[in-house]
């Protein structure tokens, strides 16, 4: 039995992903570990990691600062975890070129939006105002552009009548959860 995957989980808001998966990872349905957690303000999902006992940091960007400069510290903030996987879960920032030499291959997103449709911050929004019948949730391996790499995974989500944004986002995350859980157990079970 090959150790757990180290996984380090980057968040900004409410976390439930995260939590959905230490929730996974502690019933003993994937072979990972989440060795630390990182956000870039104190998102409130940062609960979850700290009453489990999970190492967290908090890496802001200060408006108007040194873009690179804080690329380069978030990624050597992640890398003091020797992680086998980073997984941008709710994360909202996109990363630089520092950090995708570091971790590009082995960095994955989850998305609200069957990409490439909807890319963006506002993707449950748009779909909304877009008015298709189905939208959904991507897994995908990060590159460089926003939202734009290699897809690994996704699920289809019915937008129903009546749906406003919030009750989709939530129904979207509900198979979101299930996505990055599975995606992460698989990724556990093909890692040298
Ligand atoms: C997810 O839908 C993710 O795709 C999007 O933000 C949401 C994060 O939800 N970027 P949570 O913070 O894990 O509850």
Redesign the pocket.
């Known amino acids: 039995m090959s150790d757990p995957l180290r996984c380090v989980v980057l968040?900004?808001?409410?976390?439930?992903?995260?939590?959905a998966l230490l929730d996974a990872i502690s019933a003993g349905a994937v072979a990972a570990r989440v060795v630390g957690v990182g956000a870039d303000r104190e998102?409130t999902?940062l609960a979850a990691a700290r009453t489990r006992g999970v190492e967290t940091f908090v890496l802001p960007l200060v408006r108007g600062g040194d873009r690179n400069a804080w690329d380069e510290e978030l990624a050597q903030a992640v890398a003091r975890f020797a992680p086998d996987l980073v997984i941008s879960?709710?994360?909202?920032k996109l990363v630089g070129a520092a950090f995708l030499d570091r971790f590009a291959g082995r960095f994955i997103n989850?998305?609200?939006a069957l990409l490439p449709s909807f890319p963006g911050a506002h993707?449950v929004r748009d779909a909304l105002r877009a008015g298709v019948k189905v939208t959904g949730?991507t897994v995908f391996a990060v590159d460089e552009g926003v939202d734009t790499g290699p897809i690994i995974a996704q699920t289809p989500v019915p937008v129903l009548p009546g749906d406003d944004e919030a009750r989709l986002?939530e129904r979207?995350?509900q198979e979101?959860r299930r996505l990055l859980v599975d995606v992460v157990r698989e990724w556990s079970q093909h890692h040298e």
Do not use: D, R, V
């Open positions: 968040i900004s808001g409410t976390g439930t992903l995260l939590q998102a999902g879960a709710g994360f909202m989850t998305h609200p993707a949730c986002h979207i995350k979101e």
